[in-house]
């Protein structure tokens, strides 16, 4: 089952699509990534899915990724009494650690926020429908005014932009959803609410190399460490939901520009989320507006975009994966996509490897070849012809099935199982075959293949071949 477009599409499995049946439509209308929310649902609903992907695996004989998604330290107020109320602009309001110490307290059972907060400081509550200004703080209290009014329920999400909060991105219910995810067998590990590379070597140590890890990319101080935080992952997610929260929303824009750019510098894929098509979930078509915003990713760069609500809960999940799956293959059709797409030109290191991949995709370009083929052990000589976005597709051949699944996520990467190699006329032959099978090669047209000598070793890339189709 080939794709024709070289973004990939992530869909957030929920109750409108975690039947068998509606997994199977939505990953042949363009699926290559379903991911698992943790947030919501027991881990028997998970283990059900993932069990139900690996069966449409086998049937449609294609590698298919699984990203869990953990659901991190969301901070919440706790129970207000009667279980709403109403503020208003002016209004002087209570934060107290624990329940409240009067009828009109809002309780905040989060030690953190009051070992971190200032006066001065904002407070955003319900993703910024309300919002406070902290005037005074006490032991186990701090008091603020009422910037923005509103109704206040409980358990509604709080943020603290630009506040570093002492807290694990791993809470105890995340260590147990993670340990339960890796039991499984899921191909990606997406870490939430991440502040500093010591985030992600505490998630490394617990997740090693069973899985791959994702930085989700939700408030400032990630920004702020941006560079240490794509070094220390496998991938990137841009999540706009919170961050459009605790960073002003004009700003998000050209922060998704600066997080795709240094993924693809660090060779490291990266998925644009959160209210991509959001009108679908109740209505069966998107807004220009949000077609555009799809599109802006893909002239970006990304390496994948996604469906949170809109497959998870919505109304139409097949049509919105149909549907983003029509705007990137006309994006990336389209004459301005090539240039604007290599318009940023990555920063080459000088070492074989590099060197080698960099002149397969330049040489794949200028012959006008089919396709690159790519003998890849762990994936990074894949990664590495992709972040140069070649014209050609990538079909890269691992003799690994957890590679194989991982690269779903890859920009212009088809994924196909192949042993490992014992020869020079193996590895030609190998990537002849596999690109004809796969539907990729055509007679009297060239094939570039990369791979490497010693055969089999990881880490070995330096070799090129150019190869003609026969008719």
């Given amino acids: 089952m080939r794709r024709y477009r070289k973004a990939k599409i992530v869909a957030t499995v929920g109750p409108s699509s975690a039947s068998p049946e509606m997994l199977r439509r939505l990953f042949v209308a363009g699926v290559d990534v379903f991911r698992m929310n943790f947030s919501h649902g027991a881990q028997a609903d998970h ?26 330290p969301k901070i919440r107020i706790g129970a207000i009494d009667g279980g709403q109320r109403a503020i208003a602009a002016g209004d002087a309001v209570a934060f107290v650690l624990g329940g409240p110490a009067q009828a009109d307290d809002i309780p905040l ?21 309300v919002r406070a200004r902290v005037e005074a703080i006490e032991d186990r209290r701090f008091t603020a005014r009422v910037v923005t009014g509103g109704m206040l329920s409980s358990r509604k999400g709080v943020n603290l932009p630009g506040v570093m909060l002492g807290l694990s991105p791993l809470t105890e219910k995340d260590r147990a959803d993670l340990a339960f995810g890796l039991e499984l067998g899921v191909d990606w590990v997406a870490l939430s609410f991440v502040q500093s590379a010591a985030d992600m070597i505490e998630a490394r140590a617990l997740v090693g190399d069973r899985a791959a890890l994702m930085a989700k990319i939700e408030r400032p101080s990630a920004l702020t460490n941006i560079e240490d935080i794509v070094q220390l992952s496998d991938g990137i997610m841009v999540a706009r939901g919170d961050l459009g929260v605790e960073i002003p929303a004009e700003d998000v824009p050209a922060r998704q520009k600066e997080i795709i750019r240094q993924c693809r510098l660090a060779s490291k894929p990266v998925i644009v989320a959160t209210q991509m098509l959001d009108s679908m979930v109740n209505a069966p078509a998107p807004t220009r507006a949000e ?57 080459l290191e000088f070492t074989p ?4 991949a960099e002149s397969a995709a330049s ?38 099935e957890s590679v194989a699944r991982r690269l779903c996520l890859l920009w212009g990467a088809h994924s196909v199982l192949s042993a490992d190699i014992q020869s020079y006329e193996e590895m030609v032959q190998r990537a002849t075959q596999a690109t004809l099978d796969e539907g990729f090669a055509a007679a009297n047209r060239h094939i570039v293949i990369v791979g490497g000598i010693p055969f089999g070793e990881a880490g070995s890339t330096n070799n090129i071949r150019v190869v003609q189709i026969a008719a």
């Fill in 291 to 347: 077609a555009s915003d799809v599109a802006t990713a893909i002239y970006d760069g990304a390496d994948a975009v996604m469906l949170s609500a809109e497959s998870a809960s919505g109304k139409y999940p097949v049509e919105a994966v149909a549907m983003m799956d029509k705007i990137i293959g006309k994006t990336e059709a389209h004459e301005f996509y090539r240039s604007i797409v290599t318009a940023i030109e990555p920063d």
């Fill in 109 to 129: 059972p989060h030690k953190e926020i009051f070992d971190s907060i200032a006066p001065g400081q904002e407070i955003l509550i319900d993703d910024g429908r």
């Fill in 47 to 72: 283990a059900a899915v993932y069990h139900s992907i690996r069966a449409l695996e086998v049937e449609c004989k294609r590698p298919i990724a699984i990203l869990q998604d953990l659901q991190g």
């Fill in 353 to 356: 490897p590099h060197v080698v």
């Fill in 363 to 400: 040489i794949a370009d200028r012959l006008g070849a089919t396709v690159v083929a790519a003998f890849t052990s762990s994936g990074v000589t894949a990664a590495r012809i992709a972040r140069q976005r070649p014209a050609a597709p990538v079909v890269a051949l691992t003799p690994h």
